[in-house]
């Protein structure tokens, strides 16, 4: 479950992941990270102040050394699967859209879950309980059809298995 943090601790959130993991390179995708599992997904506020805590803590100013820009910051928050820039809900339901496991009940069991949840791709419930989600192959093919809701992967899942896994999330 995604932990959800006030929107007056978003600097202090955004602040604290730049100083923990540095500013460089290699530190913007743990850092985007951090603030997608804070919030459930990026706000573009918490791009802009990551950008100038990044440039603050790298020592220069944004105008005089481009570190990263809002831009390429932004395109990795959209670029990755595992970060989100729009608002979710609560729980994040994937759903892997992928040959192996389309091959072994995926397509059954895709009909399940948009009808279970009342959901297509990329909508949340009005209650923000779930979004739904496709991606590619999550690399445990073996046991397909698969879900990762939230951190939680679910194998050889049938359509008659849905309600009682979705039932464990509130
Ligand atoms: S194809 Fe679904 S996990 Fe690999």
Same mark, same amino acid.
């Given at each position: ?10 600097? =202090? $959130?955004?602040? @604290?992941?730049?100083?923990? *993991?540095?500013? !460089? ?7 985007? /990270? ?11 506020? =918490? $791009?802009?102040? @990551?950008?100038?805590?990044? *440039?603050?803590? !790298? ?7 481009? /570190? ?103």
């Amino acid at each position: 479950m995604f932990k959800i943090a006030e929107e007056k601790n978003l600097v =202090a $959130i955004v602040e @604290a992941a730049v100083e923990k *993991h540095g500013a !460089h390179a290699d530190a913007f995708i743990p850092i985007l /990270l951090e603030i997608n599992h804070e919030f459930g997904y990026i706000p573009g506020e =918490a $791009i802009r102040l @990551a950008r100038k805590k990044l *440039h603050d803590l !790298h020592g220069k100013s944004p105008e005089d050394h481009i /570190l990263v820009s809002e831009g390429q910051l932004y395109g990795l928050a959209s670029f990755y699967h595992m970060l989100h820039t729009e608002k979710t809900g609560r729980h994040m339901v994937q759903f892997c859209e992928s040959a192996p496991c389309h091959v072994q009940g995926g397509r059954e069991l895709w009909k399940s879950i948009q009808q279970t949840l009342n959901l297509k791709a990329g909508e949340t419930d009005s209650e923000g309980r779930f979004t739904l989600k496709t991606v590619s192959c999550l690399g445990v093919c073996g046991v397909g059809p698969v879900v990762l809701i939230d951190d939680d992967l679910y194998g050889n899942v049938a359509p008659e298995q849905l309600a009682d896994i979705l039932a464990k999330y509130e």
